[in-house]
């Protein structure tokens, strides 16, 4: 299957501090990016989906200007969590769809803000 | 709105059969997918049906009857590694994937 690459893995910070984590689909171009959070023993929640090119569309509750997303090109979208405070430590996941509508997650980053 | 529903956590033996129940209503429906997720990692791809009835792939199977919103997950032979959560998912008109919360499942010796 389709490769999917996140990157850092984990990641850990002070308060206040932005984390920028990007997605990158290896050998397929991604029309659209999702990202995802998964707090611990939660299901994963959808926060934004990205096209490349256009503004991303954020879920109910997702504030867009703590969490910036830029899907420059087919194959790279990053999320950007500004003035991380200790309650944005997550699971995020970011996944990609080919255009057979075909899912492919990354490995996930893991938050840890201080 | 959307629902997909699956129990919360189940637990089964070494060795046996579990099945594990998904009910769906969405807007829309393109496919019904199945996700396996270990603590700590992301999902992997299970199964995918988009037509009524059985799918088969090694030990585990899935299975879709789109009349009634039902979707079940059969895994055979379990193994101590099937430990895990298994998610499953919808993917509705917009080719969005709706998710359910998922179903823990314990193996026991």
């Known amino acids: 299957g389709a490769v999917v690459s996140q990157h850092p893995s984990w990641v850990i910070c002070k308060s206040g501090t932005s984390v920028k984590i990007e997605c990158r689909s290896l050998?397929?171009?991604?029309?659209?990016m999702f990202w995802y959070r998964q707090f611990p023993k939660q299901s994963l929640m959808l926060m934004a989906t990205?096209?490349?090119?256009?503004?991303?569309?954020?879920e109910q509750g997702v504030e867009k200007d703590k969490f910036l997303i830029n899907h420059a090109s087919l194959t790279l979208s990053t999320l950007t969590v500004t003035s991380a405070h200790p309650e944005d430590s997550s699971f995020y996941i970011c996944?990609?769809?080919?255009?057979?509508?075909?899912?492919?997650f990354g490995p996930g980053t893991r938050l840890t803000v201080l | 709105g959307q629902n997909i529903d699956q129990p919360t956590e189940m637990t089964a033996t070494e060795g046996a059969i579990v099945q594990i129940n998904c009910t769906y209503q969405t807007s829309g429906f393109n496919g019904l997918f199945w996700y396996q997720q270990h603590a700590g990692e992301a999902p992997t791809f299970l199964s995918y049906n988009v037509l009524d009835g059985l799918e088969e792939k090694g030990r585990f199977s899935s299975f879709l009857s789109r009349s009634k919103g039902y979707s079940y997950l059969l895994l055979k032979e379990l193994q101590m590694k099937d430990s895990a959560s298994y998610l499953c998912a919808v993917m509705d008109s917009n080719y969005q994937l709706i998710w359910g919360a998922g179903t823990k499942l314990i193996i026991k010796p």
């Open positions: 050998d397929f171009q991604a029309t659209t």
């Open positions: 996944s990609a769809r080919d255009r057979e509508y075909e899912q492919f």
């Open positions: 990205s096209n490349e090119g256009s503004k991303a569309t954020y």
